[in-house]
């Protein structure tokens, strides 16, 4: 099972990835996070790398030239929105070889593509009706998508209380982030209701993370529909 967490910023993704991670492993499963499949990739060899990237990545060109044309057309074109993408294909190959090497169970992924993709394309356009339906056909696969549902207030409280400033966010004084919130968040919805994964899951973030990972867990007890 491939999961992907999505959610504005200070909705706590990381946080429940980690609550997450501790219950499945509690249930004896064997779960990867996004910071082990880097770890992995920086400590293969350069040769490892290059091998990875020419036995898997030929045939994700196509749709790379396809993404870029497509961020063209709309006018959002920037490198740093390819290069991010090419990033994340490489750590998407990065998981596949990873998942032919050692038992894994669960991969959670608390920053992945719909998060991405939405980063890269927010404060660019005035109309994202159209963009949010075209840019889903740029997700890689995964089995389940968890959307983090959080009000706008609590959101910039929390965002508030950071104390690294790496996302836009972060660096807006507080009325300011509110509005931007406000604004894009509901952009972050359609590009998950976008999704064609089967396995979608809305959890509200009034509950606990260790709350919403137990009731996860419930549906692991049902036979699970892979996309």
């Known amino acids: 099972m491939i999961i992907e967490f999505v959610g504005p910023p200070g909705s706590g993704k990381s946080t429940s990835c980690q609550c997450f ?17 880097k770890k992995y990739f920086n400590h293969m060899s350069f040769y490892d790398k290059i091998l990875l990237i020419t036995r898997y990545g030929l045939s994700r060109t196509v749709n790379l030239s396809a993404y870029i044309i497509a961020l063209i057309r709309n006018r959002i074109f920037s490198f740093d929105s390819v ?42 356009m005035k109309s994202y009706n159209r963009i949010s339906k075209e840019i889903s056909k740029f997700y890689f696969r995964t089995d389940a998508v968890f959307y983090l549902d959080v009000d706008v207030n609590t959101a910039t409280e929390r965002i508030s209380r950071r104390s690294t400033t790496f996302s836009r966010f972060d660096r807006m004084d507080k009325a300011t982030r509110a509005k931007e919130l406000l604004k894009y968040k509901s952009y972050l919805y359609q590009l998950y209701e976008n999704s064609n994964c089967k396995q979608k899951h809305l959890f509200t973030t009034y509950r606990s993370p260790e709350k919403n990972a137990a009731l996860f867990v419930k549906h692991l007890q049902m036979p699970f529909s892979y996309s």
């Open 21 to 37: 991670s501790k219950l499945l492993k509690s249930k004896g499963l064997q779960v990867v996070v996004l910071s082990d499949i």
């Open 83 to 124: 290069y991010r993408y090419v990033r994340l294909i490489i750590f998407d190959l990065a998981i596949i070889q990873y998942q032919k090497e050692f038992q894994t169970d669960v991969v959670l992924l608390d920053q992945w593509i719909i998060q991405e993709l939405w980063s890269v394309t927010i404060f660019r």
